[in-house]
């Protein structure tokens, strides 16, 4: 928003900025009205925040230019629900989603059938003659749709695929029963569909992604190369289970320790994207933190091998962690303490593990979110 307002100069021009309660925000301008919401659970204070955005949009006129700002949350913090959800028919989706196996694809699927504003809908309530979107995506692949739930973008998705994703999970039965009441209404065709692609009002829109996991990825490389780490990215859009990542990261430390030293020397795998996890406990942690764990017992005894994963927004989960390390002498250190990995997944308690270890990577909030990051890093 700061850089925007120092780009536009001198025109005339007034905004507004939806943060999470925590986020600092260290820009003053009277122009500039700045506004809280509740993430990753929609509260009261988001939903104010959506009317805000909702009425400012709808009485912009037609010689006006809308500028968008998008990164990734803002399915939380704009919960603009339709009649008859009601702000606690969403929260309590929103906790089903995020307990459960959802790819972020998914969620957004059911959040866009569920919004006044998401979904390209809030193109249809505005009336400025242009509306230019920057954003930063923390989707994996980029799709445009699925960032903030694509406030600007078309949606293809219906109705109907919002209510196969929940069957298909065995959540529809135990989701809101005004949400389930809503989503029958779409089936039926008894409410407006979602703008799909073709329609005319899009033709002034414009979507540019100005920052991705690609660039986390890339920035991850460059500082492990200049520490003499010859390091290779192998995807920044991988989508998995937080069990199959962790893995993936110990079969590959595995393989590069069995075939021996090499011509490169010490070398590094960088994966971007997002796991996600089946919360069945009642523990603190999150996708980042549980993708080590799993990792743990398979680079046992490893010397010079390191795996991390981390949320570049700083948070992971429901801690105040962004993520967590672990290498060969992880699970031998925890045992002697008395810390068995296995039962900590059950619980999906995994914040607790590294804390005890002292192993969580604790940033803060960074004010930014391009997704997550991991690493396996062989030394040698």
């Known amino acids: 928003m700061k850089a925007a307002f120092e780009i536009l100069g001198s025109h005339e021009t007034r905004g507004i900025i939806v943060a999470p309660h925590d986020e600092r925000i260290p820009i003053r301008d009277r122009r500039i009205q700045v ?17 805000t955005v909702l009425k400012t949009v709808r009485g912009m006129k037609a010689d006006e230019l809308l500028l968008c700002l998008i990164s990734g949350g803002a399915s939380a913090m704009l919960p603009s629900t339709p009649p008859g959800v009601g702000l606690e028919g969403e929260k309590r989706l929103t906790q089903c989603l995020l307990s459960s196996n959802f790819t972020i694809h998914e969620i957004n699927t059911v959040r866009r059938h569920l919004s006044t504003l998401k979904g390209g809908r809030l193109v249809e309530q505005c009336r400025a003659s242009s509306i230019l979107s920057l954003i930063v995506s923390d989707v994996p692949g980029n ?21 196969e994703v929940l069957k298909r999970h065995d959540v529809w039965d135990k989701i809101p029963r005004q949400v389930k009441d809503y989503l029958t209404l779409g089936l039926r065709g008894q409410v407006p569909e979602t703008p799909k692609p073709g329609t005319s009002s899009f033709r ?12 986390a990825c890339t920035a991850a490389q460059r500082a492990l190369r200049s520490n003499g780490v010859e390091a290779t990215i192998i995807s920044s859009s991988a989508e998995m289970e937080a069990r199959e990542m962790g893995r993936v990261l110990a079969s590959l430390a595995t393989g590069y320790k069995e075939h021996g030293k090499s011509a490169v020397g010490s070398r590094a ?4 994207g997002e796991t996600t996890v089946k919360v069945e406990g009642k523990g603190k942690g999150g996708r980042n933190q549980e993708t080590v764990l799993w990792a743990t017992e398979g680079i046992t005894g490893l010397n010079g091998t390191v795996v991390a994963a981390l949320g570049t927004d700083g948070v992971d989960g429901n801690s105040n962690a962004a993520g967590a390390l672990a290498d060969g002498r992880t699970t031998i250190r925890a045992r002697r303490k008395q810390l068995e990995p296995k039962n900590y997944l059950a619980r999906n308690d995994s914040y607790q593990f590294f804390k ?12 930014t979110n391009v997704g997550d990051v991991y690493l396996m890093i062989s030394l040698e």
């Open 356 to 367: 005890s270890l002292n192993d969580g990577l604790v940033t803060g909030r960074t004010g």
């Open 35 to 51: 506004l809280r919401a509740g993430h990753p659970i929609p509260d009261s204070d988001g939903l104010r925040a959506a009317r």
């Open 143 to 163: 799709c445009l749709r699925d960032i903030a739930s694509g406030l600007t973008v078309e949606d293809p998705t219906t109705y109907r695929d919002a209510v």
């Open 204 to 215: 002034r829109v414009r979507n540019f992604i100005i920052a991705d996991s690609r660039i």
């Open 269 to 272: 795998i960088i994966v971007g």
